[in-house]
């Protein structure tokens, strides 16, 4: 069973980080380029960043880039975004997917988590 576990999320003030996980299990993780997609109150899904299956790429939304860190450990089957600086604008529910290319967003995916969700608000 193909299962991608989210983790990390809460409750944070304007400015402050957290760390999201994503635990993957049932397919070849390395095998897969990853992303991080995110749904606000009231929007459609926004693809937040990417990585390739090999960690040889990363790849940022312009309102995310300089503040989020993509990032995966294949030999624990993991996938991360560290987030800082965090803005009233960034509270979503987060999502992992297994995707078809880790620069963009179309909406397919292979798999995709239940989400964690982030709320900035001081």
Avoid: H
Wanted: net charge neutral; charged share 20%; proline share 3%.
């Amino acid at each position: 069973e193909v299962q991608l576990v989210e983790s990390g999320g809460g409750l944070v003030q304007p400015g402050g980080s957290l760390r999201l996980s994503c635990a993957a299990s049932g397919f070849i993780f390395s095998t897969y380029d990853m992303s991080w997609v995110r749904q606000g109150p009231g929007k459609g899904l926004e693809w937040v960043s990417g990585i390739k299956s090999g960690a040889d790429g990363t790849y940022y939304d312009d309102s995310v880039k300089g503040r989020f860190t993509i990032s995966r450990d294949n030999a624990k089957n993991t996938l991360y975004l560290q987030m800082t600086n965090l803005k009233p604008e960034d509270t979503a529910m987060y999502y992992c997917a297994a995707v078809p290319f880790a620069d963009s967003y179309n909406g397919r995916y292979y798999y995709k988590g239940q989400g964690t969700q982030v709320t900035v608000s001081s």
